[in-house]
């Protein structure tokens, strides 16, 4: 039997099986699309591809269209033009174009055994199942395609398939296949037109009959599965139970989704692109990885890779950069969290394996820009001295320079000798950092906002570009230099009798680590009676200082350098210092006499300085005499020391150093609020207002304090990182001496591990006590996941 529909000249001849699409429609819409295609192009949208004849207009079927179709296409085009902004006011009042009431659409089947229904099994899936029978009064039984019998409520479902009884659940895939392979999402396009232009709403099935020529059970789900995966053509007007009205959406907004559309596929083309680079990269050698460079050489990619990053130092700037991060993510099949992401950049070479998260955390700079480095470079070559002609000379004395062996700069230097009378003068010369900066300038502000030079086990980054601070400010061996001198002479008892402050010039003898300093000392040199004084002066220094309620507070540090951060595994040299060893005693007790020495002339004189002084923490040394003296004792008495303060008017007693007043002179070259001691006294040397008030002075400090603050942080957490790398890669079977801090809770107990000069904690024997001591090994150190486990060796 052979079934003819003609509309507007248009005739399609068709077999008695029904139509995917209705005749008025197919004929219209070939003409229309090309029109709309046009139009669109223009505005830089992309249409899915037309389906071939055979697929479009069913298997077998014929077309034909005339001229005079063509003439009322473009004329029903043009009146399209016109009703498009049209308001569904019928909608609006519940009403369909035709004037049928929207309630008589949205009736509800009623449930019962054997339908074919849709249910929301969770967020993320819906399935198909076959009702089998009531559980309780509302809720249902049913069968799901994959087998699963479950009770579901009422309001989980959906969609129930139309024109369908006693439906077999063991067919559920066999349907689903069929309706997947009879959608076509351009149809939704097609049957968007003709509604909008009659202000039309439809149900699902008559949809189906519309774009399928049929409301069959399966071609009803197809319009079903169509509608409710849409989101560009139709908007659902209203709903009631599993039944739903569609309305088509207005041009305007259709035009919107199309181009939010088309830039979603686009992204998630790039994203899937930037997935396979990941994966490409990690699954290569380590050598062969790709440089960081080639990351950031593409916008596209460098957005990706840079919010990755963020995501990974919980630095994201916007929802944009956590949810592109999220996105790749789980591309990558990773968990959303910030060490996921540390580690797939470390798999992919972008992060070396020992990154330090904290630097890129807090945003420290660490280069230098080519402006200040310039600028930095003519202050070497075209600055003049304005001190020159009142440097007094110092040359002629035999000058030290004691510091860690790796110190790039080099801030101080000590003299000394005994006068006839048998006193000991010494000079502590600091370096002349404010020869070469004015206050103000540029290579100033950058210091003042970077605050302090950084110390890490894997690298340093100076407050001054290197070229300067290495090459001008910085003390060198044998080279005259300029300074700034605190010369005094010292009481038998250690208390200052005289000073003075000048700026000099000085030719360092000796640059020697406390290592050979120590060893020059031990070997009590007559050639080297200088450094003999230095030691007497000092000791001299201490015993006054703790008369004056000065504690002591000596203990083990450790001290790292990393040769070689970005191999997987470094090589890593750990040194323990010991506070108390006669070298660091000395240049301790002279820097803290500078301290003394400056807080005293600049009050003597009313310069505003940054005086600092901690409040007597009525701290009873006494009470501390049970414990072993050295580190066990000054972890005890570091618990009750109070905070430091500062008044930049007027000197403040510090308690804890047992002096009347104290200002950080000696690293102007490391630590801005020394520079800015500098810059006060030296103007008062030239005979000028200094250029600071205490106000300003006080204002600069929240800032700097701050900065300083950071600085602290981040070398204590990198530290610690290098400490527990060093004791992973230690043999397991290594023992350590541990001494018993203090107890935390029960056996587990603070310990201090003598060979690395590293606190940690661990469950200790039963009769072990404070002071004692123990043999512990390291069970388990994750440097990334600051852990680490020690087990007494018993």
């Known amino acids: ?73 473009v004329m029903e085009e043009l009146e399209f033009m016109r009703k498009r902004k049209r308001v569904y006011a019928a909608s609006k009042m519940g009403l369909t174009s035709s004037g049928e009431l929207l309630e008589d659409k949205l009736a509800n089947r009623v449930l019962e055994k054997g339908l074919l229904l849709e249910f929301k099994k969770d967020s993320d899936r819906v399935l198909l199942a076959v009702a089998q029978k009531p559980d309780g009064k509302k809720n249902w039984m049913v069968s799901d395609q994959n087998g699963v ?39 939704l396009e097609f049957a968007w037109v003709e509604l909008l232009e009659n202000n039309k709403s439809v149900t699902t099935e008559e949809l189906a009959e519309m774009i399928f020529g049929s409301a069959e059970p399966l071609e009803s789900y197809c319009a079903h599965l169509l509608l409710s995966k849409d989101e560009t053509y139709f908007s659902v007007l209203e709903t009631k139970g599993s ?71 919980d630095a994201c700037k916007n929802d944009d950069q956590k949810k592109t991060a999220g996105m790749i993510l789980k591309a990558m099949g990773l968990v959303k969290t910030a060490s996921s992401a540390v580690n797939l950049l470390i798999d992919i070479g972008y992060f070396p394996v020992h990154v330090n998260l904290e630097l890129l955390k807090l945003n420290i700079p660490t280069d230098h820009s080519d402006e200040i480095i310039t600028v930095a470079e003519s202050l070497l070559s075209e600055s003049s001295d304005p001190d020159e ?66 110390f890490l086990p894997t690298a340093t980054y100076p407050m001054f570009p290197e070229n300067l601070a290495m090459e001008g400010m910085s003390l060198k061996q044998g080279e005259s230099c300029n300074a700034v001198t605190a010369s005094v002479v010292l009481r038998s008892d250690g ?21 050979s300093a120590s060893e020059l000392l031990h070997l009590n040199l007559e050639e080297e009676i200088e450094l003999k004084i230095l030691s007497e002066a000092a000791t001299l220094r201490l015993q006054w200082r703790q008369q004056q309620g000065a504690v002591d507070t000596a203990t083990l540090e450790a001290r790292i350098k990393v040769a070689n951060p970005e191999d997987p595994e ?69 618990r009750l020391m109070r905070a430091a303060e500062i008044d930049f008017r007027k000197p403040i007693r510090h308690g804890i150093l047992g002096l009347p007043g104290y200002v950080q002179f000696t690293s102007p070259i490391r630590r801005y609020m ?121």
């Open 1 to 73: 039997m052979m079934a003819v529909r003609a509309v507007n000249s248009c005739s399609i001849f068709r077999s008695a099986s029904p139509p995917p699409f209705s005749a008025a429609v197919r004929c219209r819409f070939y003409h229309y699309r090309n029109l709309q295609f046009r139009r669109y192009s223009k505005l830089g949208f992309r249409f899915h591809a037309f389906r071939s004849e055979r697929k479009l207009f069913g298997h077998g079927g014929v077309r034909s269209c005339s001229v005079h179709s063509l003439v009322d296409s």
């Open 149 to 187: 019998t479950s009770s579901i409520k009422p309001q989980q479902i959906t969609y129930i398939v139309p024109g369908i009884e006693n439906f077999d659940h063991t067919g559920i895939s066999d349907f689903i296949q069929k309706a997947q392979d009879n959608l076509d999402p351009a149809l």
């Open 570 to 638: 470094p090589v890593i040299n750990l040194y323990v210092e010991n506070q108390a060893d006669p070298a660091m005693r000395l240049v301790t007790e002279m820097m803290l006499l500078c301290g003394e020495v400056i807080a005293t002339y600049g009050s003597r004189n009313n310069i505003p300085l940054p005086y600092r002084g901690q409040p007597q923490s009525n701290i009873d040394v006494s009470l501390f005499q049970h414990l072993p003296e050295g580190p066990i004792r000054s972890s005890a008495i570091v």
């Open 389 to 454: 002609i009142y440097r007094k000379d110092l040359t002629h004395l035999k000058v030290y320079a004691i510091d860690v062996d790796e110190a790039d700069e080099l801030d101080d230097a000590l003299s000394a000798t005994r006068l006839q009378d048998g006193r000991i003068k010494v000079w502590i010369h600091v370096a002349d950092a404010a020869r070469f900066v004015q206050p103000g300038s540029m290579v100033d502000r950058e210091a003042m906002r970077r605050g302090t030079s950084i």
């Open 674 to 794: 020394d520079l800015l001691a500098h810059y006060q006294v030296k103007a008062y040397l030239r005979g000028e207002s200094p250029p600071f008030s205490a106000g300003q002075l006080e204002g600069m400090a929240s800032t700097l304090n701050m900065h300083s603050r950071l600085a602290k942080r981040l070398f204590s957490s990198s530290l610690r990182y290098w400490i527990l790398e060093y004791l992973r890669s230690q043999p397991k079977e290594r023992k350590y001496r541990a001494l018993i801090l203090k107890f935390i809770k029960d056996r587990i107990a603070a310990l201090l591990l003598v060979e690395v000069g590293f606190q940690a904690s661990a469950w200790v024997s039963v009769g072990a006590q404070i002071g004692d001591e123990v043999e512990v090994r390291v069970d388990e150190a994750h440097p990334r996941d600051d852990f680490i486990s020690l087990k007494e060796v018993i």
């Open 495 to 515: 208390s200052i009798a005289e000073f003075s402050v000048d700026n000099s010039v000085i030719k360092p003898t000796y640059m020697l680590t406390y290592e």
């Open 243 to 313: 039944r739903s009205i569609y309305g088509p959406r207005p041009t305007v907004q259709v035009q919107e989704l199309l181009r939010w559309k088309l830039a979603k596929e686009v992204a998630e083309q790039e994203l899937q692109e930037f997935v396979q680079f990941l994966k490409s990269a990690k699954n290569m050698p380590s050598k062969a990885k790709p440089p960081k460079s080639s990351w950031l050489a593409e916008e596209k990619i460098r957005h990706k890779i840079e919010s990755l990053e963020s995501y990974a130092i």
